[in-house]
């Protein structure tokens, strides 16, 4: 299968926006100016490289400011993004889960049941700050074992990427 054809199947049921012909994912890259040697840290022996690491995630009020923080795991391995039933019955003022898709989920482990989905607010500090409020579609599962997975769904919509600064 040629690039081309392939990225047009996985874009043929998504709308075309003027910003989005912009946006050629198959394009050059731009010329680099310079290339930045980027030390790791903490320097860990050969091989070990994963201890100590955790999920990319962001701190975030559900719901309203007025709930505590919490850490959602920004997950790329999941399409959609899921809440665990418990955490959902946490919060007052969430709605209740309509039907959605039918959705089997093959990486969670244990026994778990999709219940539906929800949408709500989330809110969420930036990097200079300021509170950043996002609107979020999240299906509600009994047994999951972690509060808040946000999906691909959640990221794509909204273009979210890694920020970071190189050391001086």
Known sequence: VDKMAARDADTASLPETPE????DPLAPPKPFVDIVHVR???????????????ALHIKAHIGSLDQEPVL?????????T??????????????????????????????????????MMILAETTGHQLASFELEAYIVRDMKV??????????????????TLPH
């Open 20 to 23: 989005a012909k912009d946006k």
């Open 40 to 54: 790791k840290a903490p320097l860990l022996p050969d091989g070990m490289g994963s201890l100590g690491t955790r």
């Open 72 to 80: 959602a795991r920004l997950d790329s391995g999941a399409n959609i």
């Open 82 to 119: 899921l809440m665990s039933e418990d955490y959902w019955k946490s919060i007052p003022g969430l709605p209740a889960p309509k039907e959605g898709l039918c959705i089997k989920l093959y990486h969670l482990t244990g026994n778990v049941r999709v219940l539906g989905y929800i949408k």
């Open 147 to 164: 509060l808040l997975l946000m999906g691909k769904d959640f990221q794509t919509t909204y273009e979210l990427g890694e920020v970071f």
